[in-house]
Structure formats: C-alpha cells, structure tokens
C-alpha cells in the first residue's frame, strides 16, 4: 500500500482535516444541545418548548428518599453527611439537584450541581463530568447558552464518551465548520472515542495476512535484506538432496529453507510455522527464521509477537550484522507505527552505527525524518543510499519528493515497500505553494523527469512523481504518471484508488472516481485503503448506510492499531451523523 502515517492528522485537498472532508459534519463539539434547541426553534417556529429527543432529565436519576430519611431531623442527616466520603456527599448533592430538575426548579438544581462540583474528588473525572453536563442541562432550560457550552466544554474535557454525539455532529453542521476552536476539540474527542475501541478490538482481532501484491512490495523496499533474497543454489540443492536419498534428514531440520521456499510460492501462510520449526530445533540458519518470523508478525500486524524476535536478532551478536541491522529497521519502523518516534530514532541509528555501508538504513531512515518533518536530515540520507547503491530508483526518487515537500505543503508520500507506517494513503495534501522556494521545486521535477528516464521500470517512482504533479495542479501529466505506473503493476490497487482520487480533484467526475476505486477492491479485497476512501466518498454522497459498510470492512483489515483508531473515528462520526438525520431532519450539503 501506498501509505503513510504520522501523529498528526491527515489533510485533504481542500485544507481541512481529512474526517472534516470525509464527513462533511465533522466530529463533536461543546455547544451541544443548547445551540440545537434554538435552531430547531427558529426552524419549525413552534411554541416555546421541548424538542423530540430534548433531554427531559439530567444524567443519573434521583435516589429513592428512604421513609426513615424523611423522618429524620436536619442535624441526623448532617451527622451522616460527616460520615460520607467527599465522592458520596457529591452523589447526594446530585440526586438532590436532580429531584429539582424534574421538579422544574432549575436554579435550586443549579446550586446542587454545583456543590456536586465542588465536593467531587478531582480523579473521579467520570463523575464530574456527569455534574458538569447535568448542570449544564439545567442553564439550557434557563437559556443561559454561554454556561451550557461552558460546561460542555468541561464535561468533554473530563470524559470525551460523555457529550452526546448526535447533538454535536448536529451543531458542526450548524456551525458550518468555522469555529476552529470547537473543531479541535472535536477532533480530540473523536480520537480519543476511537483510540479507546480501536485497543479493545485490536487486541482480539484474527491475523489477516496481506495480499500477495502488497506482501511483495514491502520486501521489494530492501536490498541488503538476507531474507527477502531468493534461495541460493547451494541452498537449493539441500533441498533437493531427497532424491539421492538423503532428503528425510536435511529437509525436516531446515524450516527455514522451507520458508524461504514457500516465499518464493508466494505459499505465505505457512512461512511463520515453518520459521518455529527452525527456531525450535535452534538449527542452523535460527537467526534468519527469527527475523523472518517477525517479519511476517508484522506484517500480518502482531507487533507484539514480533517484538521478542527483533530482540532476539538485535542481541545476537554472533549473527551477521545484516540480520541485526535489518532487524533494528524493522523494529524502528514498528515503534513509529506506535508513535514512539525517539525509540524509532534510536533504533535506525543503531543500525547505522553497525552497519555503516547498508543503503537499506539509510533508505528508511529517510522515510522516517520526511514523517518528522526533518526534510534535510531526510535528502541527506536519500544521498547516502544512492551513494551506495547508485541503482536505488526509489531513493532517487524519494529525494525530488522530500525537496518538493520541503517546498510547498505537500503530500508526504511513503511508497507500498516502506517498513514505516500505513495507515493513510496521503499523509499531507497539498493546499497551496509556500512560495519559499521556487526554483528548488523546479530542480526536484526535473530530478523526477531524470528518475523516470532511468529507471523506466521502476513503478513507484511514477506514483511519487504523480503525487508531486498533482500538488501542482499538473492533473493531465499527473494522470499519465499514474497510467504508467498501472501498466508496470496492474495488480497494485492502491495506485487505482489515487488515479480515482485524482479524477475527484481534477474533473469532479464522481462516477470515474468510484469506478476506479471499486476496481481496486476487485483487484485486491484487502485493500483497507480502498475501503476507506469508498466510505468517504459514501458519507459526502449521503449514502451513511453503506459508508459505514465501508468503513467497518476497513476497520477489520487495518494493519495497526493506531489505523484502527482513525477508521473507528470515521465510522462513528458516520453514524452520528445517520442519528442527527433521524432525530432533528438536519442534514449536510452532499456531492
């Protein structure tokens, strides 16, 4: 997959945060059910009064009042209170506030929240931000709308599940995205909701490997990789030995060789047994099956089984220093996909410390300084590759890319074969040229014109080329880089689903835009990617119900947890959106 993440989130063509785009509603904010109560007012110039699905009570009901309690004097009940835990005196203080909301004394509940508030523990977040909302019910009875979003705000603040969903997707609409301030708590309220299923359906996920097109792109991005290259000869003939009736021996001892076999089948599901066969006879090629082993753990997206065989292989000194430094890559790359991005550092510097002549650290590690935005430092390792391998097309080419990116907000394009992080297919889209430098610009497009006269079979190279043409607004020649790059890998999905992207921003053709990303799921149903982007597009037609179809197919193929996260956050913004339609007939501008 063409792809590429980082902590910060993705921005579409027009400038706006991606789920913005994708939904159109974006996700919530603090003004909630005050700001709908007006305009549902104004809209259906009704009498004064509640709405269908207002809120007639405030979060948590009233305790029953025991009889005995009610016999009870003043100072009885002020020798329980001394008796209670702050969080209990809170508790009372809100049951009382709530016996005078439904009573419709809205001041005194006013006064009781408040004391609740106050009496509250500080850790006990859930709790108060139950206060915080009840309160914030009761000043919107009053109409006092600059205390219901106040409180909103806190409640939000203290537990991101608790403002309702469907009233704040409503009130983006209302707003029309242009309070920038709600916007980023929105956004911070939906990472958070997603972030918290994304660990819960992670960690139970089934492990899906990816496809064969995908699998073989990301080894295509090592060339000092021991493991990715084919059997040797000698290799070969081990194998072979059964015909001179040596076989049993030789073949059942060397899982590896028969991993490695399989590889070359493209038999990928058997590849991590036969690697355990190898490291549990602790055979001879042990240190390639454990790394080869953890390959396929993240691949399949089992970082936390992988991580005990990077380990392990960092660790081996006896082991040749190009498993070691292969294994500290991967592992950097795995600790920027959990965005611990010092750990990533420490690890590909480890790895050029080892292995200082390994153009492969240096590819990577430049991918990884273009996702910090340290673009120097990143060209800088780009020259290093091609130093050494002065054959590295896509080092060459990723270097005319980070000098673009350098110059112009730009999209951040990390190709299929990257050991970085794919959770999006764009990390950054261009939305206008910085003006900083025009004629290094110019430099990197005719360093790509160079790249591809090179190397005219190197299909990345006219993806990254395309990208950076269509930064630009060069949609025509963009559109033929992309045609090429098909013609070298027709098996290749993602590169439909930007050709279809590209046919949105350029003729506004929806239709061709769907029909080229729907052949890519056809290509590769796999494609979590395309399903996104589908989604996206569903959800700005209007089409929520199978927007979310899409979405939740994405959701059960993402390759990490943190893509996960972000899925579940378009899904759920999709739905809410599905709810606000139900309930306050308040809908979006759609395609």
């Known amino acids: 997959m063409m792809a590429a993440s980082k902590p910060v989130e993705p921005q579409s063509g027009s400038g706006l945060p991606r789920w913005q785009v994708a939904l159109l509603v974006g996700t919530p904010i603090v003004l909630g059910v005050g700001a709908i109560y007006l305009w549902n007012r104004s809209r259906t110039k009704e009498k004064q009064g509640r709405r269908d699905g207002e809120r007639k009570t405030p979060e948590g009901s009233a305790s029953p009042v025991p009889?005995?309690?009610?016999?009870?004097?003043?100072?009885?009940?002020?020798?329980?209170?001394?008796?209670?835990?702050?969080?209990?005196?809170?508790?009372?203080?809100?049951?009382?506030?709530?016996?005078?909301?439904?009573?419709?004394?809205?001041?005194?509940?006013?006064?009781c929240y408040t004391e609740a508030i106050s009496l509250?523990?500080?850790?006990?977040?859930?709790?108060?931000?139950?206060?915080?909302?009840?309160?914030?019910?009761?000043?919107?009875?009053?109409?006092?709308?600059?205390?219901?979003?106040q409180d909103c705000s806190q409640a939000v603040e203290l537990n991101p599940r608790y403002e309702c969903l469907e009233d704040v997707t409503a009130v983006c609409i209302l707003e029309a995205f242009q309070n920038q301030q709600s916007m980023l708590l929105a956004d911070k309220v939906l990472k958070l909701l997603g972030k918290e299923k994304a660990k819960e359906k992670y960690k139970n996920r089934e492990p899906l490997m990816p496809s064969p097109q995908f699998i073989k792109s990301y080894f295509s991005s090592f060339t000092d990789d021991i493991i990715s290259q084919p059997l040797q000869k000698g290799e070969k003939n081990d194998e072979d030995k059964d015909k001179e009736g040596e076989a049993a021996?030789?073949?059942?001892?060397?899982?590896?060789?028969?991993?490695?076999?399989?590889?070359?089948?493209?038999?990928?599901?058997?590849?991590?047994?036969?690697?355990?066969?190898?490291?549990?006879?602790?055979?001879?090629?042990?240190?390639?099956?454990?790394?080869?082993?953890?390959?396929?753990?993240?691949?399949?997206?089992?970082?936390?089984a992988a991580q005990p065989d990077l380990d392990q292989v960092i660790n081996m000194e006896s082991a040749n220093v190009k498993l070691r430094a292969n294994a500290l890559i991967k592992r950097g790359s795995?600790?920027?996909?959990?965005?611990?991005?010092?750990?990533?550092?420490?690890?590909?510097?480890?790895?050029?410390?080892?292995?200082?002549?390994?153009?492969?650290?240096?590819?990577?590690?430049?991918?990884?300084?273009?996702?910090?935005?340290?673009?120097?430092?990143?060209?800088a390792d780009f020259d290093e590759c091609i130093l050494l391998r002065p054959d590295s097309a896509l080092a060459q080419a990723q270097k005319c890319f980070a000098l673009v990116s350098e110059c112009q907000r730009t999209s951040l394009f990390i190709p299929s074969g990257s050991a970085l992080p794919t959770t999006t297919a764009v990390l950054k889209v261009q939305t206008g040229y910085t003006g900083s430098n025009p004629s290094q610009v110019q430099t990197a497009m005719d360093g790509f014109e160079d790249v591809i006269r090179r190397f005219p079979k190197c299909a990345e190279c006219y993806a990254l080329y395309a990208q950076a043409l269509t930064d630009q607004q060069q949609f025509g020649k963009a559109d033929e880089m992309y045609d090429k790059c098909i013609e070298l890998e027709p098996d290749n999905a993602t590169t439909y689903v930007h050709k279809g992207l590209l046919q949105l921003q350029w003729k506004q053709d929806l239709d061709m835009g769907l029909e080229l990303i729907s052949k890519a799921i056809e290509i590769d149903n796999k494609c979590d990617f395309a399903y996104e982007t589908?989604?996206?597009?569903?959800?700005?037609?209007?089409?929520?119900?199978?927007?979310?179809?899409?979405?939740?197919?994405?959701?059960?193929l993402a390759k990490s947890e943190m893509e996960m996260a972000h899925l579940y956050s378009l899904c759920d913004a999709a739905y809410a959106q599905t709810e606000v339609a139900k309930k306050y007939g308040l809908k979006p501008p759609t395609l």
């Not at 500080?122 to 979003?149: C, H, I, P």
């Not at 510097?349 to 590819?363: F, P, W």
């Open 534 to 556: 589908m989604g996206t597009i569903e959800v700005q037609r209007g089409n929520l119900d199978k927007a979310i179809d899409m979405f939740n197919k994405a959701i059960n």
């Open 67 to 111: 009889a005995q309690a009610q016999q009870d004097g003043a100072a009885n009940r002020a020798a329980r209170e001394q008796d209670m835990s702050p969080l209990d005196r809170a508790q009372a203080a809100k049951n009382k506030g709530n016996k005078y909301f439904k009573a419709s004394k809205y001041e005194q509940a006013i006064q």
């Open 249 to 304: 021996e030789v073949t059942e001892s060397s899982g590896y060789l028969k991993a490695k076999q399989y590889m070359e089948e493209e038999n990928y599901d058997k590849i991590i047994s036969e690697c355990s066969k190898e490291v549990d006879s602790q055979g001879k090629y042990m240190a390639e099956a454990l790394l080869l082993r953890a390959t396929f753990y993240l691949l399949i997206g089992n970082a936390t």
């Open 120 to 149: 509250c523990p500080k850790d006990q977040k859930g709790d108060l931000s139950t206060f915080y909302q009840n309160r914030a019910a009761a000043y919107e009875q009053q109409m006092k709308w600059a205390e219901v979003v």
């Open 334 to 379: 795995m600790y920027m996909q959990q965005q611990q991005p010092q750990l990533s550092t420490q690890d590909f510097n480890m790895a050029a410390e080892i292995d200082t002549h390994n153009a492969d650290v240096y590819h990577h590690r430049g991918q990884l300084k273009i996702l910090l935005d340290q673009v120097e430092e990143a060209v």
